[in-house]
């Protein structure tokens, strides 16, 4: 089965610092995508950052990068210059495709950032 | 704009009462899918709907079912809910079945008297 672990369920930061979530998954597939989702209290899900297994290269996106570490099976959110905007929960997200051919996208629990002004 | 809305925000339900969830989007997204999320734990994928294909998740209880009448509404209903059935149901789409973005509503928060 497909796994995603967030082993950190809350995090602090003080703000325009920088905060790394970490995220591991478990899969024996060569052909996936990752996702960081923002949820605000009370508000919807949004799109972070995605990367595609078979690049190498690491997303950015403005203040948000992510570590890919494909061998480690490892993909940390790193979120500099932290803002009181983004104190949110966080989930790592991990999608591979079906025997039906859709990609099954599979949530962690997710790690709810604090930001102390 | 654009969006994924989802009716109502709060739902409270009796025990065994049926209930019905409903979601609707304008970005005519094929791809619907419901998830159950409780507290500290993660999004749960019950089923999602690519056009009329309908797609059940393998542990997803016979008590949910889902109906999309079209491409902008699908419904949620839980046909004798349980309290262990109190949750965050959360309604997303994405525009294809690939790896693409999904976009989220806001949620329906459900109680079980």
């Known amino acids: 089965a497909q796994t995603v672990t967030q082993s950190q369920p809350e995090m602090s930061v003080q703000e325009a610092e920088t905060v790394t979530l970490s995220c591991t998954y478990d899969t024996s597939e060569s052909d996936y995508y990752l996702f960081w989702y923002k949820q605000p209290p009370s508000r919807q899900m949004i799109l972070v950052i995605r990367?595609?297994?078979?690049?190498?290269q690491n997303a950015t996106e403005n203040r948000f990068s992510v570590n890919f570490q494909k061998a480690a099976k490892s993909f940390s959110l790193k979120i500099s210059d932290s803002q009181l905007g983004d104190a949110a929960m966080y989930f790592c997200?991990?999608?591979?495709?079906?025997?039906?051919?859709?990609?099954?996208?599979?949530f962690g629990r997710g790690t709810s950032l604090i930001v102390h002004p | 704009d654009a969006m994924v809305i989802q009716n109502p925000r709060y739902q409270v339900t009796q025990f065994g009462k049926p209930v019905t969830l409903s979601c609707s989007q304008t970005?005519?997204?094929?791809?619907m899918y419901w998830y159950q999320q409780k507290s500290s734990q993660a999004p749960k994928l019950l089923f999602h709907?690519?056009?009329?294909?309908?797609?059940n998740e393998a542990d997803t209880p016979d008590n949910f079912q889902s109906r999309r009448p079209n491409t902008s509404f699908c419904f949620l209903d839980i046909r004798s809910p349980g309290l262990g059935d109190a949750a965050m149901y959360l309604c997303?789409?994405?525009?294809?079945?690939?790896?693409?973005?999904?976009?989220f509503g806001p949620g329906t928060r459900l109680l079980v008297l």
């Open positions: 709907y690519y056009d009329k294909d309908f797609n």
């Open positions: 997303a789409t994405s525009r294809d079945q690939g790896p693409e973005t999904q976009y």
């Open positions: 997200a991990y999608r591979f495709p079906s025997s039906g051919g859709s990609y099954i996208p599979t």
């Open positions: 970005l005519n997204h094929n791809v």
């Open positions: 990367q595609e297994a078979y690049k190498q």
